[in-house]
């Protein structure tokens, strides 16, 4: 059985960024459905309970057909949640250091790049989904909770989430300063600690 995570620091930690509000709806009542319907969706294929969540959603697409979409959705919303909550901190450390920003600014020539690219792509993704930094440092902007780990990309470093419930009732329609002030609560040495894993 697969269980909601604590929080890592309190629903409050991160206002004004992201409201107390927002973290207690996200966490409580967004996440926990993820949860309780994956559980329900296994319970209906017991074998499936040997594979780890990571197995499962990397090979989603392999899987009987009555509990792939299942899997798909409410397995990629608990470790896409498990793991957004993770990359934040209250802590407002200013930016990376180590290998993980010596390669990112490698490849993009500056955090500021960086981070303006992986903006670009979340403020344009079209209707709900995820932006997402995977191991091999590719951007790529994914629908709903589907995860890199369904294209064979492995588990991500990070992720941000621009569903409408991640922001609306702080931001309504402005997705990109909701962008913007996430940068803020990004936890950069959780993410460091990914890539050097
Ligand atoms: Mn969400």
């Known amino acids: 059985m697969y269980q909601l995570p604590e929080l890592p620091y309190a629903y409050d ?3 004004p960024i992201v409201s107390e509000d927002i973290m207690r709806l996200h966490h409580q009542k967004h996440h926990q ?4 319907k994956l559980n329900a969706a296994l319970d209906t294929q017991p074998e499936l309970k040997d594979q780890s969540l990571v197995q499962l959603l990397a090979h989603v697409d392999d899987l009987p057909s009555t509990v792939a979409k299942a899997i798909r959705n409410q397995g990629g919303g608990h470790y896409n949640h498990s793991l957004f909550w993770q990359c934040m901190t209250p ?10 920003a010596e390669a990112i600014i ?5 955090m500021d790049e960086f ?3 992986f903006s670009a792509e979340a403020t344009s993704l ?3 989904g995820w932006v997402w930094l995977t191991r091999d440092l ?3 902007a994914l629908p709903n909770q589907d995860t890199p780990m369904m294209l064979g990309k492995g588990e991500p470093l990070m992720g941000l989430d621009v569903w409408e419930h991640a922001y609306y ?3 309504r329609n402005r997705r990109d300063e909701y962008i913007k002030n996430w940068w803020r609560v990004v936890n950069w040495p959780f993410i460091e600690s990914r890539y050097s894993s």
């Not at 459905?33 to 309780?36: E, G, L, M, Q």
């Not at 802590?91 to 993980?100: K, S």
């Not at 490698?106 to 500056?110: E, L």
């Open 13 to 15: 930690a991160l206002a």
């Open 33 to 36: 459905a993820y949860v309780d």
């Open 91 to 100: 802590q407002h450390i200013e930016v990376a250091d180590g290998r993980l």
């Open 106 to 110: 490698a490849k993009w020539g500056s």
């Open 115 to 117: 981070m303006g690219a």
């Open 126 to 128: 079209f209707g709900s």
């Open 138 to 140: 590719e951007i790529i």
């Open 169 to 171: 009732l702080d931001y």
